[in-house]
């Protein structure tokens, strides 16, 4: 009986090993460096997935199939030939959907400011109660941004606890010299991107993630009609939204991630369905009208 005791003890310990909660995969690119020590960008590529994909950054025990897809591209633009890097990032994030082998977008974010030090072979030292490093606290952010959005995805509001993570980020990074972290900067940037999810005004932008999610493309494997219905839905709750507030950051990404699912869905809508949707999405995401054409067009 205590062998059996101590075996599930150890299986009860192992078990955070095969349950972290990223998958990342990493890039880091250097096409302007072409002269440079490659050898460094390959040890930090690795030393960021390794701190990524090694850490714990929500409370959900999940299995090695249910862990966050995303991806890091890091491209370094300028390098001082020691330990200051000036780089830019494109960062996407992912979930499955239900009954299908398809994987839905649902961050796809650019960051121009991800410039940092580091120096070869150093540890990725993180805290969330202080400001160790910018390499690290840029890491941590998307990494609860990530799961705050995916947790949004699966629970209304689901996501909080992370953003609220990711806010404390923001203000430990107050002082900090890097670009990216202060509300003065610009309104595109890591200040204003946790501003919006923890502002109650874009609180629609959040339910309609999950509202999408689960019960829109989540639902479509086995009732197309009733997920398509679901999502057709959406719209008069998005169109809500003031429209000063339409150029936001989190409307924005929202968008980015979802204009050409809501095409897809949609272009099998009822002809007045179709045009009614073209001219909601149209008005409150003007930034991508063209792709919303299809709509319209498709009654022709």
Known sequence: MRRNFLLLAILLFALPVFSQDLNARVQVLAPQLSNSNKRVFDILETSIRDFLNSRRWSTDVLQSQERIDCNFVITINDWDGSNSFKAEAQIQSSRPIYGTTYNSTILNISDKDFNFNYTEGQPLDYTDQNYISNLTSLLAYYAYVI???????????????????????????????????????????????????????????????????????????????????????????????DKQKQGAMLPQLFFTAKYDEFVNVLINAAPQDKIKAYNILSEIDPANTSKYEALKKAQQ
């Open 147 to 241: 799961t705050g959005l995916d947790n949004d995805t699966f629970s209304k509001m689901g996501g909080t606890p992370y953003y609220n993570k990711a806010q404390s980020i923001v203000n430990f990074a107050q002082n900090a010299p890097n670009a990216g972290w202060k509300a003065f900067e610009g309104l595109r940037n890591r200040y204003w991107l946790t501003e919006n999810l923890l502002n109650k005004t874009y609180n629609p932008i959040r339910e309609a993630l999950y509202e999408f999610h689960l019960n829109g493309l989540d639902v479509m494997a086995d009732n197309q009609s009733k997920g398509r219905k679901n999502i057709y839905s959406l719209l008069p709750q998005l169109q809500k939204i």
